[in-house]
């Protein structure tokens, strides 16, 4: 069965970094697709961005385009979200997701989840 396990959150000040990583177990990370989603308090779940399985192509959502970036270690089946210049409109429950089929910014199209980790950017 695979299980995805999120660690790494924090509290971090507005234009700090912080980096949140998911590990794979149970299954090869590279014949997945992985994705990143986010949670903010009262509000629905949203994309953040995701790495395609075979090409590794890259597709992230428009308020983190530019700061945020996804990278795999196939060595340790490990996928990073690294997050630059955060803002306080970034905190939120940060999920990992996973699917064995292409890309996809739907999160109802992933079935493979973690339990999430909390993102905080004080101002």
């Known amino acids: 069965q695979v299980q995805l396990v999120e660690t790494g959150g924090g509290l971090v000040q507005a234009g700090g970094s912080l980096r949140v990583s998911c590990t794979v177990s149970?299954?090869?990370?590279?014949?997945?697709?992985m994705a990143w989603f986010r949670q903010a308090p009262g509000k629905e779940r949203t994309f953040v961005g995701v790495s395609a399985r075979g090409s590794g192509q890259l597709l992230y959502g428009e308020s983190v385009k530019g700061r945020f970036t996804i990278t795999r270690d196939y060595a340790n089946n490990t996928v990073d979200l690294q997050m630059n210049n955060l803002k306080p409109e970034d905190t939120a429950i940060y999920y990992c997701a996973g699917r064995l089929d292409g890309m996809s910014t739907q999160s109802q199209n992933y079935y493979y989840w973690g339990q999430g980790t909390q993102v905080t950017v004080s101002s």
């Open positions: 149970g299954g090869l990370l590279r014949v997945y697709t």
